[in-house]
């Protein structure tokens, strides 16, 4: 096994500075590792460049493919990394072995498993069948040119895998004890009341925004979803912001907002609950928009699935719980062309400060990875 090629080959994509949207020096990194071991690599900038928060800023991505007869299996991530932040103990961006860890904005969010499944690719034979990577440069931002775009790109060269793994972070306390077979979906809504401003005085001059808000959103915090399936959690409302904007003490504002954000299961649909709360708000004089990140998804327990647990029981010795839980990812876009199910490294440091992953767990991760694509290529054989 080359395992000891994650190490590398993790050192390597950390020390490309890849705050998102990533571009550049990271992609030139993942190519010239994939390149040598028979890769087809395709990089393209999706997205145009202009101030329509719509479009999302450019975005580089990759796709590299390895054809073979038989089944189609990909491995899918992101290069790009949220802002390191103040206060780390090192440069974030110069991966630095302290002890068992591995230092570097990136280590487990996600270089680490990207750096494990291109090292698992080393002993995986080119005519075991065909391997893919769908790799883009926005999941932490808007991911609106990222690997929707990839999956356009790939739908029209016809490179439609058979199952997908997607590389997250998804073990909490140790290496392999959960994987996430779904996600919940996600929808921000921003709700405004205008009223007329006015001296405090002089009420009947004015017209107050503030006790319609305050009945919107007592409306809206009574309503319960509903309460759960076997797979997810109950659907939640949260209030995530009030805003008025008035320091005056002595005057009637003339508009009050909130925000609200649902984390939604697959009993829900996020157009559905968008027409729910806009008739709620608009009964009561006030507008809402929202925007939906992603709808629920569930790929339910199966050859994917097992043969995920059964690598990592073979390896670290546990089997891991299958989940929902958590936030949304980029499996949410990929579930739409086949089975997706999330694995990868402990999640406790992912955009913290001196963020670090175990060197152990990278070799470990490797084999776990070169495991579940021989099965899965095997299966589709």
């Not at 050192?11 to 890849?18: F, G, K, V």
């Not at 931002?141 to 490179?159: D, E, N």
């Not at 809206?220 to 805003?243: K, P, V």
Request: aromatic content about 6%; proline content about 5%; glycine content about 10%.
């Amino acid at each position: 096994m080359n395992n000891a090629l994650a190490l590398a080959y993790a050192q390597r994509l950390i020390a490309c500075e890849s705050v998102t949207p990533a571009s550049g020096a990271v992609f030139d990194a993942l190519e010239e590792m994939l390149a040598p071991l028979g890769f087809t690599v395709e990089r393209f900038i999706s997205g145009k460049d202009d101030d329509n928060p719509a479009h999302g800023a450019p975005v580089e991505n990759l796709f590299a493919i390895r054809t073979a007869s038989g089944g189609h299996f990909a491995f899918a991530g992101h290069v790009d990394v949220v802002p390191p932040g103040n206060g780390w103990a090192s440069d974030p961006f110069v991966p630095e072995i302290k002890g068992d860890l591995l230092h570097g904005r990136g280590a487990v969010d996600m270089k680490g498993s990207i750096a494990a499944f291109v090292a698992a690719l080393h002993d995986i034979p080119k005519d075991a069948g065909t391997i893919s990577l769908i790799i883009t440069g926005d999941e932490e931002g808007p991911a609106i040119q990222g690997t929707r775009a990839l999956i356009t790109h790939m739908q029209k060269r016809g490179s439609i895998p058979d199952y997908c793994l997607v590389g997250e972070p998804t073990s909490v306390n140790r290496l392999g004890d959960m994987m996430k077979i779904g996600r919940r979906g996600s929808v921000n809504m921003w709700i405004s009341v205008a009223g007329t401003q006015g001296h405090v005085a002089y009420p009947h001059l004015a017209d107050n925004p503030i006790p319609s808000l305050i009945a919107i959103l007592a409306e809206i915090e009574a309503i319960t979803l509903d309460d759960g399936t076997d797979w997810f959690q109950a659907s939640n409302i949260e209030i995530t912001d009030l805003n008025v904007g008035n320091k005056a003490t002595n005057v009637i504002p003339a508009k009050a907002e909130a925000r609200l954000s649902i984390r939604f299961n697959d009993l829900q649909n996020g157009d559905a609950l968008v027409l729910r709360l806009r008739e709620l708000v608009e009964r009561h004089g006030g507008t809402l928009t929202a925007m939906i990140s992603g709808e629920a998804f569930l790929t339910p327990p199966g050859a994917l699935s097992a043969a995920i647990s059964d690598a990592v029981e073979a390896v670290v010795g546990i089997a891991p719980e299958a989940s929902t839980t958590g936030g949304t990812s980029d499996a949410r876009f990929l579930t739409k062309i086949c089975p997706v199910v999330e694995f990868g490294l402990c999640n406790a440091t992912m955009h913290k400060l001196d963020e670090a992953v175990a060197i152990a767990d990278l070799s470990a991760l490797t084999e776990i990875y070169r495991r579940v694509a021989l099965k899965m290529l095997a299966a589709e054989a």
